[in-house]
């Protein structure tokens, strides 16, 4: 099961570092998975997202990995910058009626990037 | 840049009192929603509405808890009787067609 609380996965990295975070999930019939990022004292802030039905999609500097056989996602962020320092969840969503838009948010991981 | 908007950022309130956190969704936004992330732990639905009610609830949503959209602007979210518990930050998000866009949240501490 998901362990929640105090103790989040931690990762420092030194900036130019690639960094790799992940995430398990557990509602297979999910359609979106979506990874936010948290700086301290804001609100989630959007990065990228993928359909259930790919396995890899990329953006600007973050390549999202989806392997929906062992439920698993993790984001790459290639070139890390200390303004990447944030923690980072993965979140999925599953469309269609009234469950529509309704997130359910994993446990996070705190990413520490080193000048 | 249009942006979700929370007020207040930070409300402390004595158990048993009733607070209402205050959002101000994007303008053309649809569905909107509240969260709450109890400090240091991952962020938890807890409403989603649209068309003038309630599409989805949690557990966490018990009858303590109320949303309303007042007006065509404002998307408020109720604790009449607020317990040690409810202490967390508090998050409206809304979207349109796509991602949820989320406020900066307001900060609700029970004493």
């Known amino acids: 099961g998901e362990s929640v609380g105090l103790h989040l996965p931690t990762l420092s990295v030194q900036e130019g570092d690639n960094s790799i975070i992940n995430c398990a999930y557990s509602?297979?019939?999910?359609?979106?998975f979506i990874w936010y990022k948290q700086e301290s004292g804001k609100g989630p802030q959007f990065i990228i997202d993928i359909r259930s039905n790919m396995d890899k999609r990329q953006g600007q500097r973050v390549t999202v990995l989806l392997n929906k056989t062992v439920k698993h996602l993790s984001l790459q962020i290639a070139a890390t910058q200390p303004g990447d320092s944030a923690v980072y969840f993965c979140a999925e969503i599953k469309g269609g009626g009234t469950s529509y838009g309704k997130l359910t948010f994993g446990q996070g991981t705190i990413l520490t990037v080193h000048p | 840049e249009p942006e979700v908007t929370q007020t207040p950022s930070h409300q402390v309130t004595q158990m048993g009192q009733e607070v209402i956190l205050r959002c101000v969704p994007i303008?053309?936004?649809?569905?909107f929603y509240w969260y709450r992330q109890i400090l240091g732990q991952k962020v938890e639905f807890l409403v989603s509405f649209y068309n003038n009610e309630i599409s989805e609830k949690s557990e966490i949503f018990d009858d303590q808890f109320s949303v309303e959209r007042p007006d065509g602007s404002n998307f408020t979210l109720k604790i009449r009787s607020t317990k040690l518990e409810d202490s967390a930050m508090y998050f409206c998000a809304s979207r349109s067609r796509g991602e949820q866009y989320f406020g900066p949240g307001t900060r609700l501490t029970v004493t």
């Open positions: 303008s053309n936004h649809l569905y």
């Open positions: 509602n297979s019939a999910s359609d979106y």
